[in-house]
Every structure is written in C-alpha cells, then in structure tokens.
C-alpha cells in the first residue's frame, strides 16, 4: 500500500485575505495550494451540502512583499448587485483556463481582485463579493549548461 504525504507548507497557518472593499486586490506567488472543508465561522463546525457531502473550498497560500497570505476560495453562482465578477473560486479557475494551464502550481503567480457585489440572497446573510483573478504559471528554469554550446541556434 503507498504511503500519502503532505506537503508542510500547508499546515502553516497564516492571515487571510480580507477584501475589505471593492478594488482591494492580492498578487502574490503560490507557495500551497490545498483542498479543505468549509467551517462554520461562528461554531468551527465542518460545513456539509444537504445530501451530506463535503462543502470543499480551495486554500491557496501566497507570498506577497515578503509575507504570506491565505485565501480561502469558495465556490457558489451569483447574480450581480454592483461591478462585475464571480466567486472566487469560478474567478481562480477561468484565470487559470484563460491561461492555458489545467492546474494551480506553486511558483505561479496569482492575482485577485474584490469587483463587485452579488445580490443578497437572504435578508439574514450579508451580500456575496465577487471576484476577478489571473494567473501566470510558473517559468521553468533553463539549465545555464545548455546555453552555451559550439551549436547553431
């Protein structure tokens, strides 16, 4: 039986993107990228669909100026209030497509943006953010040994 692992780096803990207004924005390089259980926030208690199955988000750990930041990408549709935008998790994988990768990679560098307001969809919740992102996958590194040769280009 083959033994799983899991990267460290994501264990860490470290402070969550706010988007305190529209326009906020967080670019920064992924360092960790994971998949986790939503909680409730005031009880801690892991969320679930009415069927019983996970309410999965995405944890993405970013390095920006030197520290690192934790957004936690949620999934949902949206109608729109005000601005533009999607959830930021639909945002994060249409930038990621967009630039023609099929997966999320640490040393890529992501961009997101807080653009817009979804209508409120009960009188109880607070109105859903949007969201626009891009991504730039990692740039592999060329070996310096294989620029200099006595061969043509």
């Given at each position: 039986m083959p033994s799983e692992s899991i990267e460290i780096s994501t264990l860490a803990s470290s402070a969550a993107v706010k988007f305190e207004t529209v326009g906020a924005t967080v670019k920064?390089?992924?360092v960790g990228v994971a998949q986790a259980q939503q909680t409730d926030i005031?009880?801690?208690?892991?969320?679930?669909w009415?069927?019983?199955?996970?309410?999965?988000?995405?944890v993405i750990r970013l390095e920006v100026e030197g520290e690192t930041k934790t957004l936690?990408?949620?999934?949902g549709t949206f109608e729109v209030a005000t601005g533009e935008g999607t959830s930021m998790q639909q945002a994060i994988v249409d930038a990621v497509m967009g630039a023609g990768a099929s997966r999320i990679e640490t040393g890529a560098t992501l961009e997101v943006a807080h653009s817009g307001i979804g209508k409120k969809t009960s009188a109880a919740k607070s109105a859903p953010k949007l969201y626009r992102a891009r991504y730039s996958p990692p740039v592999e590194a060329v070996p310096i040994a294989g620029l200099f040769s006595d061969e043509p280009f």
């Open positions: 920064g390089r992924i005031d009880t801690g208690a892991p969320l679930v009415n069927d019983g199955t996970p309410r999965m988000q995405l936690y990408a949620k999934g």
